[in-house]
């Protein structure tokens, strides 16, 4: 490979990677112009009643977004073509290292994470832009103004504290490589997944702020922020089940939720947008709860400005280290003071504005919705106290502390639980006012069933602890629950079936999910076996009904690593199963080694095993396991995410065509 | 360059795993709760990692003293007290109810039960005001009084 020189001062300049990096830079700062107008002309223009200036918003919009996408691919650009003279390329990438993590590693670091944030940011502000023409123009262009704040002050958050673009005065021939552990697929994808969760809040918080600045909200508008909130919500779904499964089978123990602070960030917003979205239903069918939907709003997209402050600030570690490089972190807490602090003010000041129009009993949909924020939203504040509690014991009281699983499993547990068995109840209950026994009478079978299920788990469980059997008695309950809802949905009637709406099924199917992912989760705990012996070469053993063979270990070498690999035959009533390869891997530029499990994926079981050491005699170290259901975790996860999806298809919420259909403040029903 | 990445990989193959099969007790009881035990047990010098997970030199000298205490007899609360007598209670991955950490365990439970009655208030107020019309202020706080009792 030869070594470009960088523009010389002379002659023609001619094409040159150092340039499309000094234009990617340039294209930043100009950006970061552009956002502090979109933040400014619009909302003066709403303010003002110019409508011209209020119609600057979705040009200004499209050309923020184009100049940050001209930035990251710039970046990305330098991280593919290994110019070692930026310092971000030279600390996270190596000229040896696959073509995919090295488009990864752009966003695998700090500065190219944060330049994701703001492009994804952008493009969502764009499309409020683009398909936003059926909305009142100046809700679009406070929105947009709203939208471009945040904006501008994460671009300034980048230029002047993370800067990218920074050059080494003395580019280095190769670079430090990107951290093992982050090279692999599952995770390659899923920071832009969760970034996608994160910033598409920002739409329903830059909505709720227009609407707090206009003093008004109706049906309309929370057919506006719906879509926008389950976007979000279901790109953050997929994104936390990549980044739990990836800790599955990457971490080298099948662990696949640590409750660990930079976990817990996405978790949050999760909670606070899955309550968003069912309580928007409620101010879009209803009239109600609108206060408190606009309250949500702020607090999913707060929630989710924390979790970057947590991750990216370093406070998380210790606060000294945060104490000892504050630059950064102080930034990020500037901008959470303004935009939650900001947000509440405002909410506080114009809240009492937002009359509801009905009223509704108890027992009803209402009810049974308002029961499902409240759980979700203590839910999320169990996970923010619990993830925030080591920092203020040690800053106010002086104790070095730890939260963790403990704490979390005893908190968190017992809210899901509750979710789980009102959930089937309450999606049947009618509008307005409605029966618990009714509702009780009509899922008898759906009880029955998850009664039935349970004792068949108690059954096999034999002595173990009795969380499997319960996870499954509340997991049966739900898609039991969801599927007699759908089967009443369909008045009784099969044919009927497949022309409900796709909002019908996208409910049934998500709330189905959950119960998969319940199970999943209980079995993993309850039933999975663990075994830790030394093996010789040839030698075999068993584990739960398998019989492990290790037939031979191997050194061998990958791209950039060097590997250790066994080869394991796995043999169920001497029938061959599967044959596995667990590796040790050695990445000798970031000095670092990593286990890779192999597993053998199953519809019930996974087969998971690990290879350790050397053993002074000759054998190995050899740790397996058989993972109980672990896959309906994420396979929960994803009719989640598909169950969302389809909703979002669904002809009524396609984004901005319920805006389209009720044109300004007409109230719908 | 073969040869320095072979020392590299020998100098860095640290242990690949935490419990080692040389840790493990005889007998399957002890072991059980050492494990259950050592899961609820911080590494100091980790990142969040429980010793039960840690590849960490301090995370083993803790199972291996966690176990002697448990062979010699001491109770899960005995043996994790000795281990807290030395590295504090840092190490505690269930945090003790006692003094400020009263608030971490009973913030959410609090919470829950004041969101839930507050619920219920905002219901039957809103049910009260539908059916009589808009109130007067002297009906609206004579409502407020009644809704106390």
Redesign the interface.
Known sequence: MTQRLPISLSGPTVYSPAMITELGHFCLILAFAVAILQASLPLLGAETGRLRWMALGPPLATLQVALIAAAFAALVHAFVTSDFSLKVVYENSHTAKPMIYKVAGTWGNHEGSMLLWVLILALFGACAGWFGSGLPPALRARALSVQAMIGAAFLAFILFTSNPFLRLASPPFDGRDLNPLLQDVGLAFHPPFLYLGYVGLSMAFSFAMAALIEGRVDAAWARWVRPWTLAAWIFLTIGIALGSWWAYYELGWGGFWFWDPVENASLMPWLFAAALLHSAIVVEKREVLKAWTILLAVLAFGFSLIGTFLVRSGVITSVHAFANDPERGVFILMILGVFIGGGLTLFALRADRMQARGAFALVSREGALVLNNILLAVAAFVVFIGTIWPLVAEAAFDRKLSVGAPFFDAAFTPLMVLLAIALPLGAILPWKRGRLTGAARTLVAAALLALAVMALAFAVNSGRSALAPIGILLGVWLVAGACIDLWLRAGRTPSRLTRLPRADWGRGIAHSGLGVTFIGIACLTGWSTEDIRTVKVGESFPLGAYQVVLQAVEEGEGPNYLTTMATMRVLKGGAEVAVLHPEKRVYPVAAMPTTEAAIANGFRDDIYLVLGDAQADGSWAIRSYVKAFANWIWAGSLMMAFGGALSLSDRRLRVGAGARRQPLAQPAE | MRG???A??LV??????????DE?LADPALEARARALS??L?CPVC??E?ID?SNAPIARDMRLVLRERLVAGDSDAEAVAYLTDRY????????RAT???LF??F??PV??LS??VG??LY??R??A??RSGPLSEAEEARLAELLKD
């Open positions: 320095l990445l072979l590299a990989v860095l193959a640290g242990p690949a795993f935490a419990v080692q099969p493990i899961e609820g911080r990142q969040g429980t997970e504090g209670e840092f190490i505690l991955f269930r945090p003094g400020a950490n971490l365990w913030a959410a919470l829950l969101a839930l619920a219920g219901v039957r809103s049910r005001a539908e």
